[in-house]
C-alpha cells in the first residue's frame, strides 16, 4: 500500500519570501502525485499533479513541485508567497491501476505581514 | 457553476439518533467518494462509488453507509452514530475513476456526536 508523509505541520513564512512544502511517499510502482490546498472554511482544490515527463510540473496560483524518484519526494514550491496563500496543503499519492488516492497529514502555512 | 454540493454545513447531533448528510454533483461524474478529516490524520477515505449502484469500501467504512441510486446523489448514512464520528467529511467527484482525472471537493460538513 502506498503512504504520504508530509514532515511539516506548521510553517510561517513572511509575505514574499519562498515557500517549500516536503512531502515524501512510499508506493512501489511510479506513483500519481497530487498537491491540494484547502482554504479556511473550503473544500481542497486541485494545485497541481504529476503522472508522467517532466518531472517540474507547473500549478495554478504560481506554484510548482518537483518530482524526484531518487528520494521519494514531491516538494511544492512558490517563489513568493502572498497573504491570500495562508492554507492547508495536502499531499497525495495515487496508484496507477485504480482510484486509491492516500493523503498526507497536512501542512498549515501562515504569512506573516 | 460546477459544483459538488453538501448539506448540511453543520451538523450537531445525539449518539444514536441516525442521520444523512447529502451530496450532489452537477459534472455528470462517473466517480463519487467520500472522506473524513482529522487533525494530523489528513482525509481518509470512507466509501466510494465507481457508478450508479456501484460502491465499495474505503479505509474508514465502519458505522457508514452508502447509496447511489442516481448519478449525481451520492448520501452518506450514519445509522447509529458514536462520538468517535465527529469529523469534518468531504464528498469529492471526478469524471472517472482514473487516477488521472482530479477530485472535485464539496466544501465539507463538520459533525459532532455529543
Known amino acids: 500500500a502506498q503512504s504520504v508523509t508530509q514532515p511539516d505541520i506548521h510553517i510561517t513564512v513572511s509575505e514574499g519570501a519562498s515557500l517549500e512544502l516536503r512531502c515524501n511517499y512510499s508506493?512501489?510502482?511510479?506513483?500519481?502525485l497530487f498537491w491540494y490546498v484547502q482554504s479556511p472554511g473550503q473544500g481542497l482544490q486541485l494545485l497541481l499533479k504529476?503522472?508522467?515527463?517532466?518531472?517540474l510540473v507547473q500549478g495554478i496560483k504560481g506554484f510548482e513541485a518537483e518530482f524526484k524518484r531518487s528520494q521519494s519526494s514531491f516538494n511544492l514550491r512558490k517563489p513568493s508567497v502572498h497573504w491570500s496563500d495562508a492554507a492547508e496543503y495536502f499531499c497525495?499519492?495515487?496508484?496507477?491501476?485504480?482510484?486509491?488516492?492516500?493523503f498526507g497529514a497536512g501542512t498549515t502555512v501562515t504569512v506573516r505581514a | 457553476e460546477a459544483q459538488v454540493t453538501q448539506n448540511p454545513r453543520y451538523l450537531i447531533t445525539v449518539t444514536g439518533k441516525k442521520l444523512t448528510v447529502t451530496c450532489s454533483q452537477n459534472m455528470n461524474h462517473e466517480y463519487m467518494s467520500w472522506y473524513r478529516q482529522d487533525p494530523g490524520l489528513g482525509l481518509r477515505q470512507i466509501y466510494y462509488?465507481?457508478?450508479?449502484?456501484?460502491?465499495d469500501k474505503g479505509d474508514v467504512p465502519e458505522g457508514y453507509k452508502v447509496s447511489r441510486k442516481e448519478k449525481r446523489n451520492f448520501p452518506l448514512i450514519l445509522e447509529s452514530p458514536s462520538p468517535n464520528q465527529t469529523s469534518l467529511y468531504f464528498c469529492?467527484?471526478?469524471?472517472?475513476?482514473?487516477?488521472?482525472?482530479?477530485?472535485?471537493f464539496g466544501n465539507g460538513t463538520r459533525l459532532t456526536v455529543t
Open positions: 497525495a499519492v495515487g496508484r496507477s491501476n485504480d482510484y486509491k488516492l492516500s
Open positions: 504529476y503522472f508522467s515527463g517532466d518531472t
Open positions: 462509488s465507481m457508478n450508479v449502484e456501484v460502491t
Open positions: 469529492a467527484s471526478s469524471l472517472d475513476m482514473s487516477t488521472s482525472s482530479p477530485l472535485h
Open positions: 508506493y512501489g510502482a511510479t506513483p500519481y
